[in-house]
């Protein structure tokens, strides 16, 4: 075996312990500090100075995305003027192997004097930083992976475990589900997934729609000159409710049966009665489900009394790279 791979995996397997250490680890302070980011009136402030600061800021980005407001505070910019950031009502979450880091320890008696509850992520709670915070998440003896152990790999893993952790339970506490995640990810395939049809449909003067009462010569002059050209068309009834669909696929059947008088054949004698309609609250993904399952290109939309509400086309999915 070429000796890289190895070594590779001795870095690997000596990160997994270090993450394993933690999760053997987790225990009352753990609890105590779910609970307090729970009933935070404020803010979880995370900081942190180099390679833990990074793990801060993916933390409180973690925490941020699953409904928890959050912001990285660094900590030479905060004794400079960004020490105004944190609050009363905060929580202010600091990573540090060593728990003396420097920059930190010059916080602490500001950050403290606030009335900000701090909580230490450090090796051990008789370090400076643990001594002076109010919870201490211990880390433990930490041994970090590679040539010499310089370079910080296994403490930072464990650090984003352990705040990935505390983050997604806060989650949990909070059931903050999926349609709660999608808000926050608008631009993410999640976020595209989890739209509504509501949010996708076609309404206004992009929603051909007539009444039964109309002729096929009229509908089809909906179709043609609605935006988009759909190539179908939403039946209603006098009280804009649905009763039928006419596509351009019904208006090729007529002529293949020998349509001779569009002028004067009621629509409703030509459309697909009681045709298959969505809720404005499905789901995007389950849409285009439906769509492919029935093997259609649009589908109307319609309120829990079956009043039309728009038209969703499939190639509103598509543009979305829904699917």
Excluded: W, Y
Excluded at 171 to 181: K, L, T, V, Y
Excluded at 279 to 304: C, G, K, M
Aim: charged fraction near 25%; include cysteine.
């Amino acid at each position: 075996m070429d000796p890289r791979i190895e070594r590779a995996r001795r870095i690997i397997e000596c990160e997994a312990a270090a993450v394993r250490q933690v999760a053997d680890g987790l225990g009352e302070p753990f609890l105590c500090t779910l609970d307090l980011i729970l009933g935070l009136s404020g803010r979880v402030v995370t900081t942190g100075m180099g390679k833990a600061g990074f793990i801060a800021q993916k933390v409180s980005a973690t925490f941020a995305s699953t409904g928890t407001p959050s912001i990285f505070l660094h900590p030479a910019e905060a004794i400079h003027g960004d020490l105004g950031r944190v609050d009363d009502g905060d929580l202010l979450l600091a990573f540090s192997k060593s728990g003396e880091t420097e920059e930190l320890l010059v916080m602490l008696p500001h950050v403290k004097s606030c009335g900000a509850t701090l909580v230490a992520v450090t090796q051990s709670a008789d370090s400076t930083l643990g001594r002076h915070s109010d919870h201490v998440l211990e880390l433990g003896r930490i041994d970090e992976a590679g040539p010499h152990g310089l370079a910080p790999s296994a403490s930072t893993t464990a650090m984003l475990a352990l705040g990935d952790a505390l983050a997604l339970e806060v989650q949990e506490g909070r059931q903050f589900g999926p349609e709660d995640f999608a808000r926050f990810h608008p631009g993410g395939d999640l976020g595209r997934k989890l739209m509504k049809v509501g949010e996708l449909m076609r309404t206004g003067d992009r929603n051909p729609c007539v009444e039964d009462t109309a002729t096929v010569m009229q509908a089809i002059e909906v179709m043609t000159r609605t935006s988009g050209r759909p190539g179908a068309t939403s039946v209603v009834d006098g009280n804009g409710k649905l009763v039928g669909f006419f596509t351009d696929g019904d208006l090729r059947r007529l002529i293949e049966n020998g349509l001779s008088n569009p002028r004067e054949r009621r629509i409703d004698e030509a459309m697909t009665p009681n045709p298959r309609s969505i809720a404005a609250d499905t789901f995007a993904l389950e849409a285009l489900a439906l769509l492919h399952q029935f093997e259609i290109d649009q589908l109307p939309v319609v309120d829990d009394d079956g009043k039309l509400l728009g038209l969703l086309d499939v190639q509103d999915l598509l543009n979305l790279k829904i699917g």
